[in-house]
């Protein structure tokens, strides 16, 4: 199982709990994660988009939902966003969705327009989800903190 997918392995758990964010927080403790920053939003044309190009080196828990009609439920994906070295070689991405499973991609920018693509045309319109949150995830060390 991938890191990816480990993320977001634990979804269904936690669609299952009466307070989804109360299982969230309790995993990620758990698994000495935390969250290093954090940002919730609106969705439209580009606001995801130019948010997760703020994620360099890090994993991403994405939270879709509809504001306007909560019986529309909630999804969850990971996404892994790597950082460009600076001999100027790229790290790619990776995306999991635990509906579609994982999907590479070599650089940054396919990532993205592919997350675009499916954001508006499936989270969105067909399931009206138009507000997202972001958590940065980083593991924490004894000694240092790294990437997970």
Request: net charge positive.
């Amino acid at each position: 199982m991938g890191k990816c997918q480990r993320i977001a392995a634990q979804q269904q758990a936690w669609e299952q709990s009466a307070n989804w964010r109360g299982s969230h927080s309790a995993w990620l403790l758990l698994n000495r994660l935390r969250v290093l920053s954090s940002a919730t939003g609106r969705s439209n044309r580009d606001s995801l988009r130019q948010r997760l190009e703020q994620i360099n080196g890090a994993y991403a828990l994405i939270e879709m939902w509809s504001s306007r009609d909560r019986s529309q439920g909630s999804h969850a994906v990971a996404a892994w966003v790597g950082v460009q070295s600076l001999d100027g070689q790229k790290q790619g991405a990776c995306f999991f969705d635990p509906n579609f499973g994982e999907f590479w991609f070599e650089d940054k920018e396919g990532f993205y327009f592919f997350f675009h693509l499916v954001s508006n045309m499936h989270y969105r319109a067909r399931h009206k989800f138009d507000s997202w949150k972001i958590d940065r995830i980083w593991k924490r060390y004894s000694f240092y903190i790294d990437l997970l």
